[in-house]
């Protein structure tokens, strides 16, 4: 499914050239990069700049100007060979968006003359220069040398970096709050949000409740109602609920339009209890599952950081995301009888990930419209109908997420596992995951730094894209955690078993 919250990335290749090098090394190791990309991945990613620039701030600002003019929202700057260090990093530092540095690997033991190009020595002066001018968000590969098959990989592999990073300089993010009481989880300091370039629009779940009244019979409900009954087919198990969910979903896309302002891209974060079901009559679990599906993530229970998260991973994935609780542990008897001696897992390397509902259709092995059970032993069942049940699909899954916790440090996790075909046995939008080292990842990472219950899902494995994405956009190294292997210790950790 291609979204259509997100951004189309376009790369500017620009190279360069030290003017006691031959200028055509660089411009044919630019061609070959370029020809190489092209045959492997998908040609609108990239535009080849016609000008390299060879020592001279004029060619920089033309190149400037060119890739501009072409429309790139990213920069990929090529060590042809040694390279200019002052011209290449005022590239970088005038550029707009975010940028790359990549070196040309020498192609044979047979040209080492006039065929030297010595970017393996340039790289290191480029970064010693942008560390001068404090160009400090620019990404470089883990080994940025490489011929022209090497190089368009790793440009290939900035793509969903840099969609993620240009998305988020022109995302709002709309709550409708405040948040649940006795939820202080899901607290969210702005500051940090505008640090990043995102824009918030916090509502009242009051003014979202009187836009929904709005709404009433309003003439586009019953063919939404037909969507909804063609995605929900043998699970249409509360057609009647139905009308007022689709109203609901025509309230929110209605004020997402009318609010976004001057932002592109648009995520919800709202509110789902305690009033929400006694005054709406339903609870928001199913559409907010659709959102999500069209590329507009929604948070649950005003999850600020949450629905920042799902975006950032909307992103990087080019794919459906959901927001999990990180839930329950997985009893031992379903472990010995499902998993253990199948699967390569610990017993503590596993749990549950659940949320009420709001995980879309497309990620769920079954579904079916249902009430909500934990509001349910509280509230009749009639106001809690609209929670969309099922297993999620087994396979590979990336959990993380971004937070600014209340000392507005930005702070950061991700974690690559799956999702096992196991049945969970419970309720709600639910699944058993194995990390591994996941024991010592929840408590030496959320517990240790206070993350919330709430993580993002990523179906696939992202971490590599994910955690450049977080050190691009500010977090400090130190603040970005993952599960350690086994005999790698967290600072906080007791070395006496």
């Known amino acids: 499914m291609k979204m259509n919250n997100i951004p189309q990335v376009k790369i500017g290749i620009v190279a360069v050239s030290r003017d006691c090098f031959p200028e055509a090394l660089a411009v044919n190791r630019r061609k070959a990069l ?6 492997n991945f998908d040609a609108a990613d990239i535009y080849e700049c016609p000008i390299c620039i060879v020592e001279s701030e004029i ?63 340039g790289m290191l002066n ?33 793509v969903p970096i840099a ?11 709309i709550s409708f709050g405040p948040r649940p009481l006795n939820f202080l989880a899901c607290n969210a300091p702005i500051q940090q949000l505008y640090n990043l370039g995102v824009e918030i629009e916090e509502n009242s779940e009051l003014d979202l409740f009187e836009a929904f009244n709005k709404h009433a019979n309003d003439s586009r409900i019953p063919a939404k109602v037909k969507e909804m009954e063609a ?20 309230t929110l896309l209605d004020w997402i339009e009318a609010h976004k302002g001057y932002r592109k891209y648009v995520t919800v974060a709202g509110k789902c209890w305690p009033a929400f079901q006694t005054q709406f009559g339903f609870v928001p679990c199913y559409v907010n599952s659709r959102l999500t599906g069209m590329g507009i993530p929604v ?22 995301v959901t927001l999990l609780d990180i839930n329950n542990s997985v009893p031992k008897d379903m472990f010995k009888q499902s998993i253990e001696g199948k699967y390569s897992y610990k017993h503590t390397d596993t749990f549950m990930g659940f949320h009420c509902g709001n995980t879309c259709s497309s990620k769920l092995a079954n579904f079916e419209m249902k009430y909500q059970k934990i509001m349910a032993r509280a509230l009749p069942i009639e106001v809690t109908n609209g929670t969309l049940e099922g297993a ?56 240790q730094k206070g993350f919330p219950h709430h993580g993002a899902v990523a179906f696939g494995h992202y971490g590599k894209a994910l955690f450049e994405v977080f050190k691009m956009i500010g977090v400090d190294v130190e603040e970005i955690g993952f599960n350690q292997p086994e005999g790698m210790l967290y600072k906080t950790e007791n070395p006496f078993k």
């Not at 940028?99 to 192609?107: I, L, P, Q, Y």
């Not at 609920?241 to 979903?249: D, G, H, P």
């Not at 005003?302 to 950032?312: A, K, P, Q, R």
């Open 34 to 39: 370029v020809e190489a990309y092209k045959k």
């Open 163 to 173: 969609r993620a990073v240009v998305a988020l300089s022109d995302l709002k993010i």
């Open 392 to 447: 999620i699909a087994p396979g590979e899954i990336t959990f993380y997420r971004l937070q600014s916790t209340s000392d507005n440090i930005l702070r950061a996790y991700v974690a690559e596992g799956e999702v096992l075909p196991v049945d969970p046995m419970s309720f709600g939008g639910i699944g058993v995951f194995a990390i591994k080292e996941m024991g010592r990842f929840y408590r030496h990472v959320l517990i």
């Open 299 to 320: 948070s649950c229970e005003v999850d600020i950081y949450g629905t920042l998260s799902e975006f950032i991973g909307t992103c990087v994935s080019d794919d459906i």
């Open 59 to 121: 060619h920089m600002v033309q190149a400037l100007e060119d890739i501009k003019k072409a429309g790139c929202n990213a920069l990929c700057v090529y060590l042809g060979n040694f390279g200019p260090e002052i011209s290449e990093t005022l590239l970088a530092k005038h550029f707009d968006g975010p940028k790359m540095f990549v070196a040309a690997a020498e192609e044979s033991q047979n040209d080492l003359s006039d065929g030297r190009g010595d970017a393996y020595c």
């Open 231 to 250: 995605e929900l087919g043998k699970g249409n198990k509360k057609p009647e609920i139905l009308n007022k969910l689709a109203q609901y979903e025509l």
């Open 126 to 158: 480029a970064s010693y220069n942008l560390r001068l001018r404090s160009v400090k968000k620019v990404y470089i590969p883990e080994y940025p040398v490489g011929d022209a098959e090497d190089c368009a990989k790793m440009i290939n592999e900035f």
